[in-house]
């Protein structure tokens, strides 16, 4: 857990960027109410981050799935998030069935290729020097 409670805050930079985007281009924001947006923000996240956890255990796991927050947010009545988080994490499985990742066979033979490849153009023999 966090040694200190600085340490539960969001990233400064990353708030800021959020923030930057949310507002029009011509509104200031000064520095005392982006660090109450950075800290509400962090708030919010341990708030339903414990629900989901609480979710998980219901169904008797220890890892969080994208459904337990779904179901937090439901149970703190964030009724308004659900749907807008439904649909990223719709595209975000959609992105990573397009993109698989490589499996540890698939990497242990890429290896392999490269280096009898490698091998084959004499990449990894040591040059000779030449003595006088």
């Known amino acids: 857990m966090a040694e200190k ?5 969001l990233p400064n930079m990353s ?25 509400a923000a962090s708030v919010f996240i341990l708030y339903v981050t414990s629900q989901a956890s609480k979710e998980a255990q219901k ?13 937090a947010l439901e149970e703190l009545e964030f009724e308004d998030f659900i749907d807008p988080l439904q649909d ?11 993109t698989p990742s490589k ?20 990449v990894d023999e040591p040059m000779e020097e030449e003595q006088e």
Not at 5 to 9: F, H, K, Q, R, S
Not at 15 to 39: F, T, Y
């Open 15 to 39: 708030v800021q960027k959020i923030i930057k985007e949310a507002i029009p281009e011509n509104v200031n924001i000064g520095k005392d109410a982006r660090s109450a947006l950075s800290r």
């Open 103 to 122: 499996t540890k066979k698939q990497n242990d033979e890429t290896e392999e290729t490269e280096t009898a490849e490698n091998e084959d153009e004499g």
């Open 88 to 98: 990223l994490l719709k595209e975000f499985k959609d992105s990573k069935k397009k």
């Open 5 to 9: 409670l600085e340490d539960l805050n």
């Open 59 to 71: 169904a008797n796991r220890k890892t969080l799935i994208g459904q337990d927050v779904i179901a």
